[in-house]
């Protein structure tokens, strides 16, 4: 079985930082690439980045630049995403995802469970 | 970033063809792959569509999909209520270097 576990929700005040865990089984996270993906409450999905394990790349959404960091932990073959200076406008789910499978780079084929991140005063 | 365009709504009774459309620019679709995914309510989504056409293993060959210049679309066929949902496209773009996602439809089945 192949799939991604992600670490439990999450409650912060403005301005305080998240560090949300994915971690592989089944799978080695070196092999792949990891995405993260946000949804707020009600809405769409967004992309916040990605992170190619064996070669070190992120790429971060503008949106998000200087706020973010994705890492990965080949050791425990788990992928790391941790936001700063949060806002409430960061309250949302946030997804681990695979790329680079099978399907092409471009399609996020294994999903994590998806983490809630509250922000509030 | 930008956001691909999709309607925001789309239905049918069991049975009936559904379609919805995904608007881009050349940046993304006009130039790479579209991926289509489902997301049912309170799930993570689920990857229904890779490469603009093609259908993951698993996936009920219910679902097509096509790419036109600029645009995509995805369609049901013989709606099952379990298609209740909302269907998400994305691509990379080359433009933005990100990855779009569109503004999602929700199917609703009758």
């Known amino acids: 079985q192949v799939y991604l576990v992600q670490s439990g929700a999450e409650v912060k005040k403005p301005g305080a930082s998240v560090k949300v865990s994915c971690k592989a089984s089944?799978?080695?996270?070196?092999?792949?690439?990891i995405s993260w993906v946000r949804q707020a409450p009600g809405q769409g999905l967004e992309w916040m980045g990605r992170?190619?394990?064996?070669?070190?790349?992120?790429n971060y959404a503008r949106t998000l630049q200087g706020r973010v960091t994705m890492t990965t932990d080949t050791s425990t073959n788990t992928a790391y995403m941790e936001l700063r200076s949060l806002t409430s406008d960061d309250t949302a789910i946030y997804y681990c995802?695979?790329?680079?499978?099978?399907?092409?780079?471009?399609?996020?084929?294994?999903w994590g469970q998806g983490t809630m991140v509250s922000v509030s005063s | 970033q930008s956001a691909l365009i999709q309607p925001p709504s789309a239905s049918g009774t069991p049975g009936q063809r559904v379609t919805m459309s995904c608007s881009g620019t050349?940046?993304?679709?006009?130039?790479?792959?579209v991926i289509w995914y489902q997301q049912l309510p309170g799930t993570a989504p689920k990857l229904l569509i890779y490469?603009?056409?093609q259908r993951p293993s698993g996936v009920p060959d219910r679902f097509s999909a096509s790419k036109s210049g600029a645009s995509a679309s995805l369609a049901i066929s013989g709606l099952q209520s379990e298609d209740e949902a909302d269907y998400y496209c994305?691509?990379?773009?080359?433009?933005?270097?990100?990855?779009?996602f569109g503004t999602g439809t929700k199917v609703t089945v009758l």
């Open positions: 089944g799978f080695i996270l070196m092999n792949y690439g």
């Open positions: 995802a695979r790329r680079g499978s099978i399907y092409g780079d471009d399609a996020f084929d294994i």
């Open positions: 994305a691509a990379w773009d080359d433009s933005l270097n990100a990855y779009v």
């Open positions: 050349t940046s993304n679709i006009g130039r790479n792959p």
């Open positions: 992170i190619t394990p064996n070669i070190g790349y992120t």
């Open positions: 490469s603009s056409l």
